[in-house]
Nanobody
Framework: QVQLVQSGGGLVQAGGSLRLSCAAS????????MGWFRQAPGKEREFVVV????????YYADSVKGRFTFSRDNAKDTVYLQMNSLKPEDTAVYFCAADWRRGVPYSASGYAYWGQGTQVTVSS
């Protein structure tokens, strides 16, 4: 069993930056796919960035491309989401997710393991 524990997030003004972290524990962390998703009030959970863990392509949602960056620290079994030039429409609860099944799905339903979620609020 794997646990994903998130940190970071908070309140920031538009144009500002935040970094989210997601630390894995409980088993050797080598998922097939990893990603960050977000969910705004009244909306479905949507993908922000997904990647194939073993050196595959990283895919960003068009809405965050050029502003958000996925990175990882293998020694710490931790992934990060650096968010720059934040906009009010980025306000949401952000989740990290992982799955060991083959494939890099864009849908939240394709991920079995989730972090607890962290609130990001961007004020205008």
């Amino acid at each position: 069993q794997v646990q994903l524990v998130q940190s970071g997030g908070g309140l920031v003004q538009a144009g500002g930056s935040l970094r989210l972290s997601c630390a894995a524990s409980g088993r050797t962390f080598s998922p097939y796919a990893m990603g960050w998703f977000r969910q705004a009030p009244g909306k479905e959970r949507e993908f922000v960035v997904v990647t194939q863990w073993s050196g595959g392509t990283t895919y960003y949602a068009d809405s965050v491309k050029g502003r958000f960056t996925f990175s990882r620290d293998n020694a710490k079994d931790t992934v990060y989401l650096q968010m720059n030039s934040l906009k009010p429409e980025d306000t949401a609860v952000y989740f990290c997710a992982a799955d060991w099944r083959r494939g890099v799905p864009y849908s939240a339903s394709g991920y079995a393991y989730w972090g607890q979620g962290t609130q990001v609020t961007v004020s205008s």
